[in-house]
């Protein structure tokens, strides 16, 4: 997750830790580190240093722990508040990790539901058809109707394919914002908050879309 990081660089800098790391746990408990900054976290034996230390946790067990190193043995009890508050955010980013999973059994199941529903309206029709001695013509034309009308995309389905459309695109828009804003700050030498600015507000004098506003600086 690109988010992690920077949120741990902004817990360290504001409760003045002098290092940081994420660890990730493999399917056998051992650590991975996932990225570390500044003063590593001393071993065993090591004095001189604090540790404080969040477990990060997806669903119902830890699935990694994120570490603040300070020099000295004690923390102040400002930083230790300011580190509890901003773990609790990184925990709430970590658990994106678990989204794709949480949404794909969710999916299956909507599914399994959506196919034994049209699998019994369709049995249910054809039985009935056969019970009452329909003529051939007829039941043919009955179940073929009723049989497309069954498997006619659900209104779930229609959701899903619109919102992932949506949010491909408003993914797509916002990498070329931040392509455009890499250009801006390398090319006049902007803070990545005046690219934003200066952005948004040709985007809003030319009544252009931001999209189209990052794509004529890409394009120049």
């Known amino acids: 997750m690109r988010s992690l990081q920077p949120l741990a660089m902004i817990a360290a800098r504001e409760a003045k830790a002098d290092g940081c790391a994420m660890h990730q746990f493999d399917a056998a408990g051992e650590r991975q580190e996932t990225f570390s900054w500044g003063v590593q976290l001393p071993e065993g034996g090591a004095t001189g240093f ?30 230790q508040a300011l580190l509890e ?30 196919t034994a529903l049209a699998d019994s ?10 019970a009452n001695h329909v003529r051939d013509t007829d039941a043919i034309d009955t179940i073929v109707g009723h049989v497309e009308s069954v498997l006619r995309p659900s209104q779930l389905r229609t959701a899903l394919d619109q919102r992932t459309k949506e949010i491909e695109q408003e993914l797509a828009e916002r990498e070329m914002a931040a392509r455009a804003k890499a250009v801006l700050q390398k090319r006049y030498g902007m803070s990545e908050d005046q690219a934003h600015v200066h952005l948004r507000l040709v985007s809003r004098q030319s009544r252009k879309r931001l999209r189209d506003v990052a794509r004529d600086v890409l394009a120049r």
Not at 65 to 73: D, E, H, N, S, Y
Not at 85 to 107: C, F, H
Request: avoid cysteine; hydrophobic fraction near 50%.
């Open 50 to 79: 604090t540790v404080a230390s969040f477990p990060l946790g997806a669903e119902e067990a830890s699935s990694g722990v994120l570490t603040f190193v300070f020099r000295g043995a004690m923390i102040s009890p400002r930083a």
């Open 121 to 130: 309206k369709i049995a249910d029709r054809a039985r009935g058809l056969l």
């Open 85 to 114: 508050r901003m773990a609790a955010v990184i925990e709430e980013a970590w658990r994106l990790t678990e989204v794709p999973v949480m949404y794909a059994r969710s999916a299956a199941r909507i599914g399994e539901l959506e």
